[in-house]
């Protein structure tokens, strides 16, 4: 009885995301505000009828009531509970209900929170994502019910996907989904600027705060899906170029983008289309990515529709938000001409154009090696693949491009730089370049990417740091106070510039990180028996036992192996080679040591008797990669929770 409340819920929801879709319009028309108001009321409400729905479902999964038919398809009786509730976005209805509530959640908070300081722009605001609520309530209605009985009733569930029954796949889903969805939030803010005819800068500050959410909350979910893939899926890579993981990263890279460039908007109030061209494409390509993964066209352990109506409804709605967002830019684009020009290719200005660029031509490589392959499937000439190599040879240069305006921005000089200007900020900076460079020629780096890779991040490192000793040194001469105290007040003084330096460090880290462990890892894969040793570099790996060990829902082989280094045990390492007793499904858990902020990797890829495969991994300096996401997560945080003045809304 339950989830036939829950489905009715839904079906009201969908019915008044209508009425909150027309009658803010028919009010602007009519000069009645009441139907605003009404609009209002109906998206608040929306989200508790969205919630209804949400609760039946994860009650079902409680339960185990198999007579829905998808928690018998997403769950089994012998599911740990923390999984049962993970079930309901681990699979293709229940994932779009979590992606519809977050996006009520998201409209309510809106709504309320900016009532009555945007006005002018709200009729449009509520309209806009009330659109967006029909559209995905719609294909939850008619094409994609979580809430469908199934009779007769089976004795138990079909269990779980067991790659998706980890805790980082628990948590990297949701947060996606609070990136993608948030996203709306600017979106919807840009449609109702341009709609109004308010296309200053009202509307670019009252976002950053949402903005600044959406792409750390992505940001994470990226994070937490590599580190799920890095020792769940046992290949020992965190990023290998997936079209599915391609889906998020595409929409990150334009929300950067639009991140730096909304700031030329508010300062110089210039890139007015930039801006509004930059959040049309996040939004849609984060659309694009639902697309990817719930239409069943790419074969992923993330792709959970088969169906290719439900991909070609998305594809519709798609084509709706897009002919929306560009019709209406060209249409008030004549509106939009800045009367301010650019004073000089060397200046903060440019920077930013170039960064947008190097952004674009970095989602467009992403975007061609995703999506050709399936056109030309889809056309059937051939069936192709596009992997690493394609991405290395041209993402990667693309990326250090994005490094070198990272350094280059913060430091240069608004309108134009001078000769001074630039020996001041940059001399320093490319001296210890050279020398870091060299430096890592004569410890052994040859390779193009790790050289390279050197030349950029030292040269970045040495401007946040010289940027950062500047102005400490200068609050700490005009107050005579020591440079810590300087530093301080300096920071607090303007903590959305310093925050977005502590970013920049995070990204920075992260890239040591990458370019490390992809450059320099150490694999060997050995067949081994009990008492057989392989040496990796330094260390020395000892088979000395397995047996079979069981968990609620699965049972695996359970190797021991001894890792030395010399005559000094370290540790005792323990891979497995599971079996999912419900679905059979086998998997490959990895067993991590970690030294010197890396770690040694061991997997056991086949288990044959007492003779089994160990592909044993060095990843040297891999945490870095995930060290450098939580100081950019700082970063942001610290940006998102600063002081509010009127220039910064």
Not at 247 to 271: D, I, N, Y
């Amino acid at each position: 009885m339950f989830i036939e409340i829950g489905h009715f819920s839904v079906v009201l929801a969908l019915v008044l995301s209508v009425l909150a879709m027309v009658s803010p319009i028919v009010g602007l028309k009519t000069g009645r505000p009441d139907l605003v108001r009404i609009a209002r009321q109906a998206v608040t409400l929306n989200f508790f009828l969205v919630s209804i729905g949400m609760a039946s479902l994860i009650y079902s999964f409680l339960t185990n009531d198999y007579s829905v038919k998808y928690v018998m398809a997403t769950s089994n009786s012998k599911l740990p509970v923390f999984y049962k509730v993970a079930g309901l976005w681990g699979g293709h209805e229940g994932s779009l209900m979590l992606w519809v509530w977050i996006l009520t959640a998201y409209s309510t908070l809106v709504v309320w929170l900016h009532w009555r300081t945007q006005p002018v722009i709200m009729p449009y605001l509520l309209s806009i994502q009330s659109l967006i609520m029909f559209g995905f309530l719609a294909m939850i209605v008619f094409l994609s019910n979580p809430f469908e009985r199934l009779y007769p009733v089976p004795p138990d569930g079909r269990d779980l996907n067991p790659l998706l029954q980890d805790p980082a796949m628990v948590v990297h889903p949701p947060m996606l989904y609070l990136g993608y969805v948030g996203f709306s939030i600017p979106f919807a803010f840009a449609m109702a600027a341009l709609f109004s005819g308010r296309l200053g800068e009202e509307w670019i500050k009252v976002t950053q705060r949402w903005t600044l959410f959406a792409w750390i909350a992505l940001t994470t979910g990226i994070l937490m899906g590599g580190y799920w893939a890095y020792y769940e899926l046992g290949w020992g890579g965190y990023w290998g170029w997936d079209p599915v993981e391609n889906a998020s990263f595409m929409p990150w890279l334009v929300g950067t983008a639009f991140l730096h460039s909304v700031m030329v908007q508010e300062k110089r109030k210039m890139f007015k289309v930039w801006n509004l061209f930059l959040i049309i494409v996040t939004f849609s390509l984060s659309l694009i990515g639902t697309f990817l993964v719930r239409s069943g066209v790419l074969s992923s352990v993330h792709s959970f529709a088969t169906d290719p109506g439900r991909g070609l409804y998305i594809l519709v709605f798609l084509a709706v938000m897009l002919s929306l967002g560009f019709g209406t830019l060209m249409v008030r684009s004549g509106k939009l001409r800045s009367q301010i020009e650019m004073d000089s290719i060397v200046s903060k200005e440019s920077i930013f154009l170039f960064n947008n660029l190097f952004f674009l031509v970095a989602a467009a490589t992403v975007f061609l090696g995703t999506l050709y392959p399936l056109l030309v499937e889809t056309l059937k000439t051939a069936k192709v693949s596009v992997g690493p190599p394609y991405y290395n040879a041209v993402f990667m240069p693309v990326a250090l491009g994005l490094l070198l305006m990272m350094g280059i921005g913060p430091a240069i000089a608004w309108r134009k730089a001078s000769l001074d200007n630039l020996k001041k900020n940059f001399l320093l900076p490319i001296i210890l370049a050279v020398v870091t460079t060299a430096a890592a020629w004569l410890i052994g780096i040859r390779t193009v990417f790790g050289m390279a890779g050197a030349l950029v991040v030292s040269f970045v490192a040495t401007t946040i740091f010289v940027d950062f000793a500047k102005i400490s040194a200068l609050w700490a001469r005009r107050h005579e106070i020591n440079y810590l105290i300087g530093f301080y007040q300096a920071f607090t003084n303007n903590q959305r510039r310093s925050a977005g330096l502590i970013t920049h460090i995070g990204v920075l880290v992260m890239v040591v990180g990458i370019i490390a462990s992809t450059i320099y890892q150490i694999e060997k894969v050995v067949p081994m028996r009990i008492g057989d040793a392989i040496q990796l570099k330094n260390y020395t790996i000892k088979m000395v036992g397995l047996h079979e060990v069981s968990g609620a829902n699965w049972t695996a082989e359970e190797g021991l192996f001894e890792v030395s280094k010399g005559d000094r045990l370290l540790t005792v390492l323990k891979p497995q080679k599971r079996i999912y007793t419900e679905s059979q499904t086998p998997t490959t858990e990895a067993a991590l040591y970690t030294v010197h902020l890396g770690h040694i990797f061991l997997t056991m890829p086949e288990v044959r008797s007492d003779n089994v495969t160990v592909r044993a991994l060095i990843n040297p300096l891999v945490l870095l990669v995930w060290i450098g996401g939580g100081i950019m997560g700082l970063g942001v945080i610290l940006n998102i929770f600063r002081p509010r003045t009127k220039a910064s809304g």
